[in-house]
């Protein structure tokens, strides 16, 4: 079983946690090991509170519009990191959450996103429940953070950051 690097830099748009974006599923199924597969709709918390290593799991993502797509994920150490697979069979998301001690510039989750306001522009994006980080007028692509209320900072301005996202879409 691979232990990750939970001290590497976030990099947007490229890597986190020893992963790359754009690694091929099989490449980084085994660097893992064998894992125990769960579909998404299982009683799943009980499973990830108590994981000392990783998981896979199963999600049909989409149904709500009619594009019934899988997502396939591992999941190491109850969301402490979390590697997102969609139908190209590519990495296409790396999501590292509390616990993870690698930084963006000076943000790690578990952060509180008020401070971080007072460094980055940030706009909240309400289709995804995420903030999205702008730097010089410009948005950082391949990175956004999720926090405990998903909800802007006008309406809820105690947040902290549980998770932050580096992705690619394009390789979804």
Request: hydrophobic share 40%; glycine share 8%.
């Amino acid at each position: 079983m691979l232990i990750p690097d939970i001290k590497v830099e976030l990099i947007p748009g490229l890597s986190a946690a020893g992963f790359s974006l754009g690694e091929d599923f099989f490449s980084v199924q085994e660097k893992i090991g064998a894992v125990g597969w769960y579909e998404s709709n299982a009683c799943l918390n009980d499973v990830l509170i108590t994981s000392a290593e990783w998981i896979g799991i199963k999600s049909k993502v989409g149904t709500a519009v009619g594009l019934d797509k899988i997502v396939e994920s591992f999941i190491y150490r109850n969301d402490l990191i979390s590697l997102d697979f969609g139908e190209t069979k590519k990495l296409y998301r790396i999501v590292v959450g509390k616990g993870y001690l690698g930084r963006f510039k000076s943000v790690r989750p578990g952060d509180d996103l008020l401070l971080i306001s007072s460094l980055y522009e940030l706009d909240f994006n309400d289709i995804d429940d995420d903030f999205l980080i702008i730097e010089s007028g410009k948005y950082i692509e391949g990175i956004s953070f999720i926090t405990d209320y998903r909800s802007s900072l006008e309406h809820a301005p105690d947040q902290k950051i549980e998770c932050i996202s580096i992705h690619d879409w394009s390789f979804r």
